[in-house]
């Protein structure tokens, strides 16, 4: 059973990850026992159901004997939490290396990638758009007929700058022929919103109601969450995206991005897969989130910054008063209890005495009102001097050691006894 066609077919959320895969086009290298760990954690998300909401792109199997063992590895340590998946391109050699990097796995599936364009198509190929896509359909129908259970998606390359006819024709076709999945990529990142809507619709209708169609939409002009939520609008239901948006060039879809704004908010939901949306099979557990983006983050070395959305440095932080106060008029989420974020004041240059004191005392000092406005003088002009917003917790508390710490009384000096 192909449980990708099997959810996406039911209206559940699949997710198409790509950063084992597409993120090497970042310029990152994740190692095998990485993406084992990686595929587990992101199923764990939704637990037993992991393999149904989740597709593993473990890696590209021809790229060397490594890739092929790491793609294997995951294919075999990870099915029971994901779909694991085998890249490859259009030709017999990448397919039979591709299936034989996954087959003998539970729901284990291969891309086979397919120039769509003239462009690509002469670049890749070096054949007509209608040549590189018959050439695909010969390939695809000689992938389902050797693979032995092992579910066979075909990705179509620079799909928006194609001939949407042409594609919708091979896209139905191929779908005939047995593929799982249709993936339309937009390779050079280049769309906006209500072309995204228009391309997959009219794909839609013109490759017949049994193909399922996948998003694969880069950010090259940072709107590949925009595209990817809008090609959710027009019935897709299987997205690609990528940890910490890692991909070639600009990236693409941030994988913690789509998962929690399709998940925190059931209204916002609804807004985006229309109101009778039945997303998951299990909800899944955004409190992973975090911990799953460090884990990341720290192999890879693209890092998380004060402005990541969900999962950066400054999410559940607050540094200024009214926000103290009133932190549910100042935020669009509740970061404690939709991902167990604990909330933290920060100290900076904008600190009012209220947030002074609430450091101070988390760092173990309480103030009296004249300690607090020494104080807050003194980490002003701290930050300006130093040309550095946020004063450090050590920092800081070195600085309340001194200012707390009990004056010495004098002790008068002996007065010599009067001679005689």
Not at 324 to 347: A, C, I, N
Request: negative net charge; glycine residues 8%.
């Amino acid at each position: 059973m192909d449980v990708v066609r099997e959810s996406a077919r039911a209206g559940r959320i699949v997710l198409f990850e790509e950063s084992a895969r597409d993120g090497a086009q970042a310029k990152t290298l994740m190692s095998a026992d990485f993406r084992v760990r990686l595929a587990r954690a992101q199923g764990a998300v939704f637990g037993a159901d992991g393999p149904r909401h989740v597709v593993f792109a473990a890696g590209f199997p021809s790229v060397c004997g490594q890739e092929f063992e790491a793609t294997r590895q995951v294919a075999l340590e990870a099915q029971d939490s994901v779909s694991p998946a085998a890249i490859c391109r259009g030709t017999a050699q990448d397919v039979r290396l591709a299936l034989s990097a996954v087959r003998g796995a539970a729901h284990a599936r291969i891309m086979v990638i397919v120039a769509a364009s003239e462009a690509t198509a002469r670049a890749l190929v070096h054949r007509s758009a209608v040549e590189a896509l018959g050439q695909g359909l010969d390939v695809v129908k000689e992938a389902v007929s050797l693979a032995d259970g092992v579910a066979v998606d075909v990705c179509l390359v620079d799909a928006p700058r194609a001939d949407h006819g042409l594609v919708a024709e091979y896209a139905g076709a191929m779908t005939a022929q047995g593929a799982g999945t249709i993936v339309l990529a937009d390779t050079v990142g280049d769309l906006l919103p209500g072309q995204t809507r228009e391309l997959f619709r009219r794909v839609a209708a013109g490759a017949g109601p049994d193909a399922v169609l996948v998003s694969h939409l880069h950010n090259d002009l940072g709107l590949g969450l925009a595209n990817t939520l809008a090609a959710l609008e027009s019935g897709v239901r299987v997205a690609a995206c990528s940890w910490l948006g890692m991909a070639e060039r600009s990236g693409m879809a941030a994988t913690e991005q789509l998962l929690f704004l399709l998940a925190h908010d059931p209204d916002k939901a609804a807004q985006v897969l229309g109101p009778d949306c039945e997303p998951w099979w299990t909800a899944p557990d955004l409190t992973r989130l975090p911990g799953i983006a460090r884990m990341v983050s720290a192999e890879t070395g693209v890092p998380l910054t004060v402005t990541t959305p969900i999962v950066g440095t400054g999410v559940a932080t607050i540094s200024t008063g009214t926000p103290f106060t009133h932190p549910q008029t100042f935020q669009p989420y509740d970061p404690e209890r939709q991902l167990g974020l604990t909330p933290t004041v920060v100290l900076t240059h904008l600190a009012s005495q209220r947030v002074l004191r609430a450091v101070a005392e988390r760092l173990g000092h309480r103030l009296d009102p004249a300690q607090t406005r020494t104080a807050l003088g003194w980490v002003k002009d701290r930050a300006y001097r130093l040309g550095q917003a946020v004063v450090a917790d050590a920092d800081f508390a070195a600085y309340l050691d001194g200012l707390t710490a009990p004056v010495p009384v004098p002790v008068p000096a002996p007065v010599p006894a009067p001679s005689s």
